[in-house]
């Protein structure tokens, strides 16, 4: 069985999902695509904004849910590509800065709240990823012997965790415009109808 370290390379499929699912994130993060102004406010002022009063565990779930998968992804990208003992600092680094940009971009959306908690769960999502990855890889090298069968694990794992944040997506795109993005229900029923 292969030892995956800084020098070894593999041909892997983990990039392009890592970057269709970035897209993703990318697409939930600035829907609905309109109405952009300048609200007089510096895009990185939500750092320095105070936690906010109210918040509900949908928020906490979806924000975490919806950067764990790509914590994940983007955590076996890394490994699969050779920097094994980099992916922590680069998936951390990484989805740091796209959480504070998207956050900032934000701001320019009247239907959107920028918010220094959603910027904290959304990295504390990827680095649950990074860290279930983590424990999954640690399971797959120390039992060499039920190597079929850990495989096995690794590819449903892998595939529920993608699974996961796609649903976390989807729901928060259905959810309605109460949770500060997506389309209503009656508005996708409306549209899936007129298909």
């Not at 890889?137 to 595939?159: D, F, G, H, K, W």
């Amino acid at each position: 069985m292969a030892t995956y370290t800084a020098k070894t390379q593999h041909k892997t499929i983990a990039w392009p999902f890592t970057l269709v699912y970035l897209a993703l994130v990318i697409y939930a993060s600035l829907y609905p695509f309109e109405q952009w102004r300048d609200q007089g406010v510096v895009p990185w002022a939500f750092i320095f904004q105070p936690w906010p009063k109210y918040w509900t565990w949908f928020d906490i779930v979806i924000n975490m849910l919806g950067y764990a998968p790509l914590g994940f992804l983007g955590a076996l990208t890394a490994l699969r590509m050779g920097y094994a003992k980099q992916a922590v600092w680069l998936v951390s680094l990484l989805t740091l800065l796209l959480s504070f940009v998207l956050e900032g971009i934000q701001s320019y959306l009247p239907a959107r709240v920028s918010s220094n908690v959603d910027f904290v769960l959304n990295v504390l999502g990827a680095f649950i990823g990074w860290f279930a990855l983590g424990v999954l890889e640690r399971n797959r090298r120390n039992q060499p012997l039920a190597s079929i069968q850990n495989e096995m694990v690794y590819e449903r794992c892998t595939r529920c965790f993608g699974a996961a944040g796609f649903v976390a997506h989807g729901i928060g795109l259905s959810c309605g415009r109460a949770y500060g993005f997506g389309a209503s229900t009656g508005e996708l029923e409306e549209y899936l109808g007129k298909r």
